[in-house]
């Protein structure tokens, strides 16, 4: 029986000729990450594990990222701590405010991770990697202290679930409502410890910036991680941002996966999340009259430059409704400033929108964006959990930068088209 793409990735870390689901492996770490909440914690079991030195300071990404700028005295402490321990281990890729980004737009931006690499992270959207082929999977902070320690870390192969792409995209559809549409098909465990990998036609006519929505969001349907093949905006993407090698593993034509789900892109609709699973998913003739006050679009799902220019491309010349508060959260500093000089921003701005810092603040209800009881928030985040942007009253609703700009407009879940 032949080998899924994710398979073939954790045989070769592994130094095995064939892997099968189920196996227990120990593979090679191409990159170990963790944020300022995960790494304190780890850095702590690995001060207990008794190595002196990390197994290579090139290989390991600190990135203070969800409570700064510091929110308060305890976060400061947690970002000291890492920036102590960047600086005890001369750690090559640690992020400081003023270079900082949401680590998983950052670190394809660095070109940290490529096509190939195994990718360990102290936080579960980590799978995003998988848009450039990698297989990139989030583990506890004390899997990431041992990763720091030898560079390996224990694996069962996962089992494998086909995405079988075709057609395009309609207009003001992005890769967000794709990701929302599939997790309101199979559940928030309808991947459970499956690799989600998705192929065909349709899969390469999506944007890198769509493709690293959809990976990420994996997560949110149980998956161990997502993954594209590569092909040539792949391999032109890395060629802009990386100068590692790479290698491309493709599935075998006999590779077995428990499942095959064909979809074809030009019959996805704008898709919103109900609170509160992401599984909650909803067409626009199920939405109903639903008033928001806040609306954020940003976040390592959907901060990135398209991003943004979507929004700006519905809000600009327009101005949102009266006390709705629109909170823009670019998801690094080279997005800041190329959607500064390209007059995105001031778009967004003129339009009445707020601009931050990149931060993964209100995605958590950490901070720079908590909600009272009885709000609701139209969000480019990837969770609506109970409570997970403030009050346990209230309500979170996950959508495209399309949809989240065109509700700012009118104060309610709004389809593009009906602004446009």
């Known amino acids: ?10 045989a070769n870390a592994a130094g095995l000729d064939s892997v099968k689901a189920g196996d227990l492996i120990m593979a090679e770490l191409s990159l170990v990450l963790g944020n300022d909440i995960t790494s304190p914690v780890a850095i702590k079991e690995f001060g207990k594990i008794g190595s002196a030195r990390v197994f290579d300071k090139t290989k390991i990404a600190l990135v203070p990222d969800h409570f700064t700028p510091n929110k308060d005295i305890k976060s400061a402490e947690q970002c000291m701590t890492v920036r102590n321990f960047a600086a005890e281990q001369d750690i090559l890729n640690y992020f400081e405010v003023g270079e900082v980004g949401i680590e998983h737009a950052l670190l394809p931006e660095k070109g940290l991770v490529a096509a190939g690499d195994v990718v360990i ?5 980590t799978c995003t990697y998988g848009a450039l082929g990698a297989f990139s999977t989030g583990v506890g902070s004390t899997d990431m202290a041992a990763g720091m320690a030898i560079g390996k870390a224990w694996f069962k192969v996962p089992e494998a679930i086909r ?11 992005s890769g967000k409502d794709l990701i929302l549409h599939i997790i309101g098909m199979i559940g928030v465990d309808g991947a459970l410890y499956k690799s989600m990998e998705f192929t065909g036609e349709g899969a390469h006519s999506l944007t890198m910036d769509d493709r690293f929505t959809i990976a990420n969001m994996a997560i949110e349907a149980g998956a161990k991680n997502g993954i594209f093949e590569v092909d040539d905006k792949t391999r032109e993407y890395m060629k802009e941002h990386s100068v590692k090698e790479y290698k491309e593993f493709t599935a075998d034509a006999d590779a077995e996966y428990v499942k095959v789900i064909d979809i074809d892109l030009s019959k996805v609709p704008h898709t919103v999340a ?4 992401p599984e909650n998913a909803k067409t626009p003739d199920n939405w109903g009259d639903v008033a928001i006050n806040q609306v954020v ?3 390592c799902t959907n901060g990135r430059l398209s991003d943004l220019r979507r929004a700006a491309a519905i809000l600009k010349g327009r101005h949102v409704k009266k006390g709705i508060r629109v909170l823009v959260f670019p998801a690094t500093q080279v997005i800041y400033l190329e959607a500064l000089k390209d007059g995105t921003l001031s778009a967004l701005v003129e339009a009445g929108c707020v601009i931050s810092a990149p931060t993964c603040g209100p995605c958590l209800g950490g901070h720079m964006g908590i909600l009272a009881a009885g709000e ?4 480019t985040t990837n969770r609506n959990f109970l409570g997970r942007m403030g009050h346990v009253e209230s309500e979170v609703y996950l959508a495209s930068p399309e949809v ?5 407009l009118t104060g309610k879940i709004t389809a593009p088209e009906e602004v446009m």
């Open 1 to 10: 029986m032949g080998m899924t793409m994710t398979q073939k990735i954790l």
């Open 404 to 408: 989240a700009a065109a509700s700012a």
């Open 121 to 125: 992270g102290a936080d579960s959207h």
């Open 274 to 277: 109900f609170p509160h699973l």
């Open 376 to 379: 609701r928030c139209i969000s």
């Open 297 to 299: 679009i940003g976040s």
């Open 163 to 173: 995405f079988n792409l075709t057609g395009r995209l309609n207009k003001y559809v």
